[in-house]
């Protein structure tokens, strides 16, 4: 089969296009026949082998050499104990540890995929997975006329979590580059700020901070919440998180706040509430390009140089 493979570390050129072995299904896993993925900033920060948490299971070379990990397709073959799929179903899912999805097929733990909405294309529904669920986890809290602030809120979970907020009835303001402001304003986001012309840990304090790129100081952080609120990131330099768990974590109990790290539970529960909510249209899928196979590198790039207006998908043909 072909795949999108890399063996070391490095810029969007150590991608390559390679025909390697179709893999088999084990115990409790699904082989995808992959129709496509989407691109997930982890997808290029396990590429770059940057931030250093990206290396975690290959310090020196990458563990797993075929990115990709939010993948809709139909399932071609089941391992031993797959009670709950077989061949010809259509499922997507997000198979963050294994990944895989850059690739013509791709297994995975049958308890990371759901059944796919009819209502939903293959694009449409591989879009979900790990922004959905971010988007999801990040916005609990985001009630009628509390202030929300999201630092990336014009890449893929952003664009989930403002309508997310909106819907809630909260005050949203958007972080991002110039390039995304419009787009944000689209998305429902009462106010919008260049990050690269202000510091939006100097404007009026939040209730809630949702940073999807976190590389500030933990005190900048804890000066942009007002008594009681909460910041929570995902993604971001290693050395920011670390000071977010260790400095932040204890600053913010001593100043009536909390900051903390997003977690995110992998699996349909996880995923399957915002589906729903694009099924129904209260929440809309924002694809900003689809590329094929054989362009997986640019799509790496566009998402990873902040260039995308929402979601990624390489589309296999």
């Known amino acids: 089969m ?30 995808i026949k992959v129709a496509a993925t989407s691109v997930n900033l982890s ?39 797959v009670t709950r799929f077989r061949p010809g179903d259509e499922v997507y899912g997000d198979n963050l540890t294994l990944k895989g999805g850059f690739a013509e097929y791709a297994v995975v733990h049958e308890s990371l995929v759901a059944a796919k909405p009819a209502e939903l294309t293959f694009a ?21 006329g509390r202030r929300l602030l ?11 979590a403002i309508q997310l907020a909106k819907g809630m009835g909260a005050h949203v303001t958007g972080v991002d580059n110039a390039g995304k402001l419009d787009f944000m304003r689209s998305l429902g986001a009462d106010e919008v700020v260049d990050y690269q012309r202000e510091d939006f840990t100097r404007l009026e304090p939040y209730d809630l901070i949702l940073d999807l790129v976190a590389h500030r100081s933990v005190f900048a952080y804890r000066r942009a919440l007002v008594r009681g609120g909460q910041y929570h990131c995902v993604g971001g330099s290693a050395a920011a998180l670390l ?14 706040r909390r900051l903390g790290v997003l977690t995110v539970r992998q699996g349909p529960a996880a995923f399957a509430p915002i589906a729903d909510r694009c099924v129904s249209g209260d929440i809309k899928i924002h694809i900003d390009r689809t590329f094929r196979l054989e362009d997986v590198a640019e799509a790496l790039a566009h998402v990873g140089e902040g260039r995308a207006l929402g979601k990624v998908v390489v589309e296999m043909r």
Not at 6 to 31: F, H, K, N, W
Not at 152 to 160: D, K, M, V
Request: net charge positive.
């Open 243 to 256: 000071r977010v768990l260790t400095v932040g974590s204890m600053l913010g109990r001593l100043t009536g």
């Open 124 to 144: 449409q529904a591989s879009a979900i997975p790990q922004a959905g669920a971010i988007a999801l986890r990040g916005t609990a809290g985001a009630t009628a």
């Open 2 to 31: 072909k795949a999108a493979v890399y063996d070391r570390y490095g810029s969007p050129e150590v991608l390559r296009i390679d025909d390697v072995p179709m893999p088999t299904p084990a115990s409790r896993q699904v082989l």
């Open 43 to 81: 997808d290029w920060e396990c590429l770059r082998g940057s931030p250093l948490y990206a290396r975690i299971g290959g310090l020196r070379s990458p563990a797993r050499h075929i990115l990709g990990s939010d993948i809709a397709g139909v399932v071609e073959d089941v391992g031993a104990g």
């Open 150 to 160: 999201l630092n990336g809120g014009g890449g893929g979970s952003g664009s989930f």
